[in-house]
């Protein structure tokens, strides 16, 4: 049994972490911890505040008790608002409260577009303008070329819970771009768990999805690889083998 850990700010899209624990079809265990949001909204100031030390690390000892052997910041707005160095602060922080190997949602977009080959991607984000350009400045600060960036306006988390299937496909297709390798989808308080495999159809090229991501990124984190088609390309790489020389 692998126990991941999952700090998820207030109350959104977290039932896409069940359904994903479902999904994997494996001995792996998801475990989610509500941090204290504090001001809902897309905002900088409010983001920052989001993220601070002492909100993440007042859940870290249940993810403990849990049996966790990582930790990721289920947040992307509230880690990459920090910038790239300010995010890398803020994880090693988490990892030093919670005694185990930590990441975030962003660190999780930059490593996952490695895993599906991608260089260019587009950015499909639900947040207002400003607050998308921090997370491609993000993208951009980790080697990967960001062609388009499109915002939402939407300034709540509660509010971007509340969408569907429809609105998660049209979100995907209005951001992509003919230039970009795979689009990703940054908002934690997105249900898209569900949705990968027909948004990855109807593009016909790699989407991630923040709560996808941040799975795939505990995964990596505990040395587990997991081969699950209904969470989309990002999960259909075979285990590495290690070959002794």
């Not at 624990?21 to 265990?29: I, N, P, Y």
């Not at 909204?41 to 052997?69: I, Q, W």
């Not at 569907?164 to 995907?172: F, I, P, S, T, Y």
Request: charged share 20%.
């Amino acid at each position: 049994m692998t126990a991941l850990g999952f700090l998820y700010p207030g109350h959104s899209a977290e039932d896409d972490y069940p359904r994903m624990e479902q999904m994997l079809g494996s001995d792996v265990r998801l475990q989610v911890v509500h941090t204290d949001i504090g001001e809902d909204a897309h905002r900088v100031d409010a983001l920052l505040e989001m993220g601070a030390a002492p909100r993440l690390a007042a859940g870290v000892e249940e993810l403990r008790l849990s049996g966790a052997e990582a930790v990721v910041w289920a947040c992307t707005s509230a880690s990459f608002v920090f910038g790239w160095e300010g995010a890398h602060d803020q994880v090693r922080e988490l990892a030093r409260a919670a005694g185990l190997p930590a990441s975030s949602t962003s660190f999780a977009f930059a490593h996952a577009v490695r895993e599906v080959g991608a260089v260019r991607v587009a950015v499909a984000a639900t947040y207002p303008e400003d607050v998308a350009a921090h997370f491609s400045a993000f993208l951009k600060a980790s080697g990967v070329e960001v062609v388009s960036t499109r915002g939402s306006g939407i300034v709540t988390a509660a509010e971007v819970g509340t969408w569907g299937r429809d609105e998660v496909l049209a979100l995907a297709r209005d951001g992509d771009h003919p230039d970009a390798q795979a689009v990703l989808l940054p908002d934690t308080a997105l249900h898209t768990a569900a949705y990968v495999a027909d948004l990855e159809s109807e593009l016909g090229k790699p989407v991630l999805t923040a709560n996808q991501v941040t799975v795939w990124e505990a995964l990596r984190l505990a040395g587990r690889r997991v081969n699950a088609p209904s969470l989309g390309h990002l999960f259909t790489k075979e285990p590495l083998v290690q070959v002794k020389g």
